[in-house]
């Protein structure tokens, strides 16, 4: 066979033992299949090592009837097959390949470049060694171009599904892949961590009339009729709510509650951040309700810290609150829309760090563990994504309220789970020593997502 001028593909496969027997067969099938195949000369199946603690090798070499034939293959045959042993096999099969051909110098038409095209370095396969670029000269055809745009998307064998379905579904699998060396099969886990925040950030957020205003219509000003049927529906929602609290000894009469952040004096304008109950911010901010202005008392600013009245001096703190009131604080809430991210990005290495110090015996690296926290935030994003469009499609098909929200409960609770099954599977720890450890992790996760908030609210603050 090799002594053949037509290039040789090889398949090896790392079988685990339990379904060496099954896959022996399957793999004769196989190369039997292989042999009515246009473009394959032969095939030829045998067995490289039978190691009975981690299972056996095969390899199965294709002869290939010349380039062109092998160019159709490796998007067809070979690529169905790769797909077959996932299927069937799942993890239990790993499989790597190569294409092996003679290098005869000499034998190299002169119209034809022997070096990559790229960088120069001497071919030896379709692929270049060194850049990785393919072996042709010509443009590709548009759609091509479209074909590696959405290949990954597409392809049921792609690195995107192949790194999505264990993410998703076998906690802790994909780090610890990762960290025992096999990686090729992955998205790299900081792509994936952008890839799927991005998604979810575009999902939940981006509303196309707000965001693609100019191609709809304006939608027509409300009449003065539907805006006082709507003032008074609101205001009889507020009262049936009042009613409510004082039924159940919350408040007395109409009282508002203590705990109110915000308060109405005897002129209808709005006190926020006097004292309520033990709660004292050390400001006195006014809003009236009829003009919107803002009166701000920086009598108090002594009691705060030095930083903060360096930064919100009363003067600034007027521009703020008149800025933030003029929209509705839409702008506000869009700044910290934008920063939510940022504080996200930051909380990766805070939680390595919890990890570094919970597992100190564990003789992992701290990008180790950052690499543990950056897969798991990424199937944070995926299934908030999922429970998000999960959700908008039950509305749409009318499904029972009941049933769509039973399913996104179970969901959310699968979240915390998860992190409980990924510890254990990637730091191989016993259920009490993970589950205590696991409640610290939680308390760090909670401290520390609380900073990176109120520091995405600190920068809006200061960007508004």
């Not at 009837?65 to 070979?78: C, K, M, P, Y």
């Not at 099969?185 to 950030?201: H, K």
């Not at 219509?217 to 507020?238: I, M, V």
């Not at 805070?350 to 926290?373: D, G, N, T, W």
Request: charged share 25%; hydrophobic share 45%; proline share 5%.
């Amino acid at each position: 066979m090799i002594t053949r001028s037509g290039p040789l593909y090889e398949l090896t496969f790392l079988v685990e033992r339990e379904v060496a027997a099954e896959f022996e067969d399957w793999l004769l099938k196989l190369t039997e299949k292989s042999s009515h195949h246009q473009g394959i000369v032969d095939a030829r199946v045998f067995e490289v090592s039978d190691d009975t603690q981690n299972g056996a090798t095969w390899t199965c070499q294709f002869q290939c009837l010349d380039d062109n034939a092998i160019d159709e293959l490796l998007d067809g045959f070979f690529a169905d097959t790769d797909a077959a042993v996932a299927q069937e096999f799942a993890d239990a099969v790993e499989v790597s390949s190569r294409t092996l051909r003679e290098d005869n110098l000499l034998d190299v038409p002169p119209v034809e470049s022997p070096d990559c095209l790229n960088c120069g370095t001497r071919l030896r396969g379709q692929y270049c060694g060194i850049c990785g670029q393919r072996a042709r000269n010509r443009l590709i055809s548009l759609w091509e171009l479209i074909s590696e745009a959405f290949g990954d998307l597409l392809e049921i064998d792609s690195r995107l599904w192949r790194t999505l379905i264990p993410l998703l579904a076998r906690p802790g699998r994909l780090t610890r892949n990762y960290l025992e060396g096999r990686r090729a099969r992955y998205m790299p886990p900081f792509r994936t961590y952008l890839v799927l925040s991005v998604i979810f950030f575009l999902v939940a957020f981006f509303d196309p009339r707000d965001d693609l205003g100019l191609l709809f219509e304006p939608e027509p000003e409300p009449t003065p009729e539907e805006t006082a049927e709507q003032e008074s529906e609101a205001e009889k929602a507020k009262q049936e709510i009042l009613d409510e609290l004082a039924r159940e000894g919350i408040i007395v009469g109409d009282a508002i509650p203590a705990e109110q952040a915000a308060e109405v004096d005897e002129q209808g304008e709005e006190v926020i951040g006097e004292e309520s109950g033990d709660l004292n911010t050390g400001l006195n901010i006014q809003i009236d309700d009829e003009t919107g202005d803002c009166d701000i008392d920086g009598g108090d600013l002594d009691e705060l810290p030095e930083w903060f009245k360096r930064r919100f001096t009363p003067e600034r703190l007027q521009q703020v609150c008149e800025r933030v009131t003029a929209d509705k604080g839409k702008v506000f809430g869009g700044l910290i829309l934008d920063n939510i991210p940022v504080a996200l990005f930051v909380l990766l290495p805070l939680m390595a760090l919890a990890l570094k110090i919970l597992y100190p015996l564990s003789r992992r690296y701290f990008v180790e563990h950052l690499l543990f926290v950056v897969h798991y935030h990424a199937f944070f994003f995926l299934m908030l994504t999922l429970q998000i469009i999960f959700a908008r499609i039950t509305a749409l098909l009318r499904v029972p309220e009941a049933i769509a929200i039973l399913a996104i409960v179970a969901a959310a609770f699968y979240i915390p789970v998860y992190l409980f099954m990924a510890m254990r599977q990637v730091y191989g720890q016993g259920r009490i020593l993970t589950f205590m450890k696991y409640i610290v992790l939680v308390i760090c996760y909670s401290i520390g997502a609380t900073l990176t908030m109120l520091g995405a609210v600190l920068f809006a603050l200061v960007a508004v």
